[in-house]
């Protein structure tokens, strides 16, 4: 059964701190997308990045980088110097070939605090 | 600039009543969606639409219903609201027939059911 395991519940960082959000993901499906939102106070979830599962390169975007390792079925998320505007939930979510995109699975989301 | 709102940030209401909860997205996405947020649970599927007037079941529908009269608006029914109902409600919607694509969320209803 497809699942999505975001084992850190919250995270307390200081500014400038290099943090690490997990992520590991369990399918049958060979083909599916792995998929990064944050989600700031505001409530509104916004999309970081997806991956596909033929893709595993990683991937930088300034201070944000992922790393997808199919052999260990994670897709873990790191911030560099963290900066307090990167406080809010990051929730990992799984969308697979087989259900055509209209069953995404979302972690239960980890809680960055980044305190100045 | 793709937009999905949502009629209310908060909401109180008191148990057994009605409540209507409304989407509109002006992206021209067929496909719409409702989560339900709960700590601890991350998001759970409770219904979703793929057309006009389409609906399909998702993982927790008991207690809700929907409506899709028009593309761009989905509305999330509680046809007599429970304590167990209070929750963030997440609306998002999406292109196409395609798994790769990206939802897009509006800001979420806070519902307190008292």
Redesign the interface.
């Known amino acids: 059964a497809q699942k999505?395991t975001?084992a850190q519940?919250e995270i307390s960082v200081v500014e400038k701190e290099d943090v690490t959000l997990d992520c590991v993901y369990e399918t049958r499906d060979t083909t599916?997308?792995l998929?990064w939102?944050k989600q700031p106070p505001?409530?509104?979830?916004?999309?970081l990045i997806?991956r596909?599962s033929f893709d595993e390169q990683n991937e930088i975007s300034g201070r944000y980088s992922w790393n997808f390792q199919k052999s260990t079925s994670s897709f873990n998320f790191t911030i560099t110097a963290s900066q307090v505007v990167d406080s809010a939930v990051y929730?990992c979510a799984l969308?697979?070939?087989n259900?055509?995109?209209?069953?995404?699975i979302?972690?239960?989301?980890t809680r960055l605090f980044v305190k100045a | 600039d793709v937009k999905v709102t949502q009629s209310s940030r908060y909401l109180v209401k008191r148990t057994g009543e009605k409540v209507f909860l409304e989407c509109v997205q002006d992206m021209d996405h067929e496909n719409m969606f409702w989560y339900r947020q709960d700590p601890g649970l991350g998001l759970r599927l409770i219904y979703f639409s793929y057309d006009v007037k389409m609906k399909e079941k998702g993982d927790i529908p008991e207690g809700y219903s929907v409506s899709r009269e028009k593309k761009e608006r989905f509305s999330l029914i509680l046809e007599s609201a429970s304590t167990n109902q209070t929750s963030m409600y997440l609306c998002a919607s999406l292109r196409g027939r395609a798994f790769q694509e990206t939802q897009y969320f509006g800001p979420g209803t806070r519902l307190l059911v008292l």
């Open positions: 999505v975001q519940t599916y997308y998929f939102y505001s409530g509104e979830l916004v999309f997806r596909n929730f969308s697979e070939q259900t055509g995109g209209f069953k995404t979302f972690g239960a989301g």
